[in-house]
């Protein structure tokens, strides 16, 4: 019996380092047996250390992009990341209006090095116009923080922040991840009834560079292939935390996450 091939689209930009972005996206999905498709926002000169330099791609080639995927290709889940300005998120607004299939938003703002991703007024377009459009957003405490604009400093602001996010701003569900706080790494998922909460020991490492980038695009992954939501983040969690405790020692920076670690025969190399 033949079986749908589950795809996933991302919407986002680049990491030539190949550790976040589009290379993190594409490198999840394909592992997590997802059929990989990518609309670039963004061209990023980056790597471990930070970013060197950013061209966004004119609004013209993004519409572009966005029609060779809906006149031709499926897609079971989408997922956006670097969306670097307000006429773009326009753009992609309004393509996602059309769309069906669950949306995934990691609202990315600032890199893990402090460089920022985003215009600083595309902030609030991205809260009123894309949130309500998500079947869940994966918010870090900072994108979190500057969603609610309040400070996240305790478990209990954490879970506070993942209701406001729902009930207040719209979303579909709201994933608080921990990454930034200290102790145990703990995301609270609020689906709109009721509060989940995963969590991990904490890895001892630097090497965390495109773990959200990671951690939605699994999400979006088994969205694609049906998976429930609840039951999605719980997979993307086992998978993320994998891939940090096998992450890589490479470049002079913060290291890529190992997409290989949650194989049978996990790859360790020094
Ligand atoms: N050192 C770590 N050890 C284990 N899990 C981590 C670590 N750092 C982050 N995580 C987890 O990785 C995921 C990404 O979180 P976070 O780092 O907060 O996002 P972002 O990369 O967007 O800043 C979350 O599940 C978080 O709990
Ligand atoms: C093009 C691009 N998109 C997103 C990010 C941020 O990725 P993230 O997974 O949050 O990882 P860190 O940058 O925090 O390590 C990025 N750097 N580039």
Redesign the pocket.
């Known amino acids: 019996m033949s079986r749908r091939i589950p795809c996933s689209l991302t919407i986002a930009g680049t990491d030539p380092s190949g550790g976040a972005g589009i290379q993190a996206d594409l490198k999840t999905f394909q592992e997590l047996k997802s059929y990989g498709m990518s609309v670039i926002t963004s061209v990023v000169a980056q790597n471990t250390t930070g970013v060197q330099d950013i061209h966004h791609l004119p609004i013209g080639m993004l519409e572009a992009q966005l029609d060779s995927i809906r006149s031709d290709m499926p897609v079971h889940a989408v997922k956006t990341g670097m969306i670097a300005n307000r006429e773009m998120m326009k753009r992609i607004g309004e393509w996602l209006k059309d769309e069906s299939s669950p949306y995934v938003m990691d609202p990315v703002m600032v890199a893990?090095s402090g460089d920022p991703l985003i215009q600083p007024e595309a902030r609030q377009f991205l809260r009123e116009n894309l949130l309500p459009l998500t079947a869940i957003v994966t918010p870090?405490?900072p994108e979190a923080e500057d969603i609610i604009g309040e400070k996240i400093t305790t478990l209990e602001d954490m879970k506070l922040a993942a209701e406001s996010i729902v009930k207040s701003f719209g979303a579909g569900a709201a994933l608080i991840?921990?990454?930034?706080m200290e102790g145990e790494?703990?995301?609270y998922l609020f689906d709109g009834t009721t509060m989940h909460v995963f969590s991990?020991d904490?890895?001892e490492?630097k090497n965390?560079h495109g773990?959200?980038c990671t951690?939605s695009a699994a999400i979006t992954a088994y969205l694609s292939q049906g998976v429930p939501l609840v039951d999605a983040v719980e997979k993307a969690?086992n998978y993320?935390?994998a891939a940090?405790r096998h992450s890589f020692s490479l470049g002079k920076g913060s290291g890529p996450t190992n997409h290989w670690a949650t194989r049978e025969e996990v790859f360790h190399y020094e």
Not at 177 to 180: D, I, R, V
Request: no cysteine; hydrophobic share 25%; aromatic share 4%.
């Open positions: 893990q870090n405490i991840k921990g990454g930034h790494a703990i995301d991990s904490r890895v490492t965390t773990t959200g951690y969690k993320v935390t940090i």
